[in-house]
């Protein structure tokens, strides 16, 4: 039954063959099939399989570093860290001699055929009394540690899926397969599940720290480049800048005051129709020298990009023909908000470099060189996964990578055109997103403190998933900005974001009646806009405060472009969970609604309405109170002062 060929570790049994191979640092990888061969997909990992040691016997093993995986005679496979088992297969079967009843009949590894010779897939593993899971992207729940917490395996506007999961018992788990599908981190077992696959694909690694582990995932599926220094301060958005005098109205109105604005960001319907991918010339007349002028303050550009063609777009006939497109299997439309449009199939790579070079000579070529690629998931009116076709395999096959592809192809087009200090911005990821410039923002998010919740721990499941560059829309997105509370939220929100990755304002800011500028059905005119959203549109108390947290961002540029540099060169998040930075504090493992930024700064959010004083956990050694200077020792919890216009925030000395 078993046998090494080509330095990997194989078993058959009942139509079923199983490799396990090195790869990684401290990794391995486990790969299944009913099929006659293995497909030939990575998915998200990168490089070959390493030197292991292998032994057959009875049972077999392998072992790569601190990991090693056992298997017994009917197939089952454990894996241990430095001899301790850490994960092993669910297995309830009479064949099987165990402890559990064996009448269940329950394989850890379950393949049911499907039409067109796929198979749904589930794998399960035993569950852990008192382990804690973290990572698998960004859900919107408010729980950091998501033992007992059922996830999708999808992407849909705001839920983000990035299947790593970070182990307490010191491994990190990736599920290499970008189907639709659903994990439970279930307290009686874990269960992965896959709707449409060819074959069972994993990797598992274990290290002595949390960090560790996050360097030899990152290492196999790619790092963020150097963010740009020019993109570290505040980003000013909107729902919409409609003309090209209305951004630089508000480009001069921050240089007047003297506030540096590194971005201005110009959102939705600009162009003429959804697909024309240009700018709508009766309001934006001259983009080249828009640009110049931004330039001239320090500020750079960017401009939201769809994924969706309108059928009377310009290039809807020529895409359509060539088979760039989106292809439904039930209906003729992907998308129906203002329009009736297609989505470009970014699987495809002829397609990647259609919308790039539509891109390039509308965008790129008037000096415009960040994209905003909103709606990545991409967004459907109903989620029916299995409704969509790829080029690569069925939406339920494959299409949690279409965030990752569209991403690629703005960053490899830009890279090819000379540029370096590449970073745009999307809605969705998947695994390895962050090596393309990515910073994912969270979605169309309710402007309101149980949102703000969520969000934060979203940001930290998503460093810990690898995506280190990450963002919210300050506020949140549907937001009555004449509710009671709007303004204390408002502030909560903004002195929390200058701690996170990118610090950016925007949202769909009502209620607001503003007339349309014209009455076409078609071009940048007619759509709505929102009331304004500058950090001086809430009156002068509120702008004296966020004036304050932009400068002090800016005097943080340096320390931030030493944290980013440390994102790219060993996959670290800038948003730090507490045990990330102290593994060896337990209390840190339950201190869940603090965080780092970066290794030096422990920030303490305040999350409710209505709170003026927090607790907040200090680790071992000394800790500056940054307001104030006054220094605490730490190894405690201190109880401190958060007014309203002020966060918690402590420097370890």
Known sequence: MFYEKDGK??????????????????????????????????WAIEGVAVPSEIKIGTDASITNGKISASVTPLGQIRFFKDGKCVLEEYYRHYEYDSPHTPSLRILAREFKGIRGGA????????????????????????????????????????QVSVPFALSSLGYGFLWNNPAVGRVTFGKNLTEWRAECVRQCDYWITADDTPKKILENYTGIVG?????????????????????QEEVLEVAREYHRRNIPLDVIVIDFFHWTRQGDWRFDEKYWPDPAAMVRELKSYGTR???????????????????????????????????????????????????????????????????????????????????????FRYHIGTDLEAGNIYPRCHAQAFYEGQKASGQKDICNLLRCAWVGSQKYAA???????????????DQFAAGLEMGIAGIP???TDIGGFFVDVKEEGHKELLLRWFEYAVFCPVLRMHGDKGPSDIPPLDEREFGGGFCHTGL????WSYGEEIYEVLKKYVLLRVKMKPYIKEIMREASENGSPVMRTMFYEFPDDAECWNAEDQYMFGYKYLVAPVLYAGVRERKVYLPAGNWKDIRNGKVYKGGRYIDTSAPVEEIPVFEKM
């Open 119 to 158: 198979h749904t897939l589930t794998v399960r593993f035993e569950s852990k009394d008192g382990e804690k899971i973290y990572g698998m992207g960004q859900y919107q729940q408010p729980y950091l540690d998501l033992k007992g917490c059922s996830l999708e395996l999808a992407q849909r506007n705001s």
């Open 469 to 471: 560059w990450w963002t």
């Open 223 to 243: 790092r963020a480049p150097e963010f740009p220094e020019n993109a570290m301060g505040l980003w000013q958005c909107k729902l919409r800048y409609r003309t």
């Open 301 to 387: 550009c960017m401009v939201s990009v769809w994924p969706t063609v309108d059928k009377k777009s310009e290039n809807f006939a020529e895409m359509n023909d060539r088979g760039l497109l989106v292809r439904p299997e039930r209906g003729s439309q992907c998308f129906d908000f203002l329009g009736d449009s297609m989505i470009y199939d970014a699987t495809n790579p002829e397609s990647r470099g259609y919308i790039w070079e539509k891109c390039r000579a509308n965008y790129f070529e008037s000096g415009i060189d960040m994209f905003w690629l909103d709606e990545a998931e991409p967004e459907y009116p109903v989620y029916d996964f299995d409704n």
């Open 532 to 535: 304004p959203n500058e950090i």
């Open 439 to 453: 910073v994912v923002w969270s979605g169309d998010i309710l402007g309101n403190f149980a949102s703000l919740r």
């Open 9 to 42: 570790l194989f078993f058959r049994r009942r139509g079923e063959t199983v490799c396990i191979f090195g790869q990684g640092v401290n990794g391995l990888r486990v790969r299944a099939t009913m099929n006659e061969n293995f497909a030939d997909t990575d």
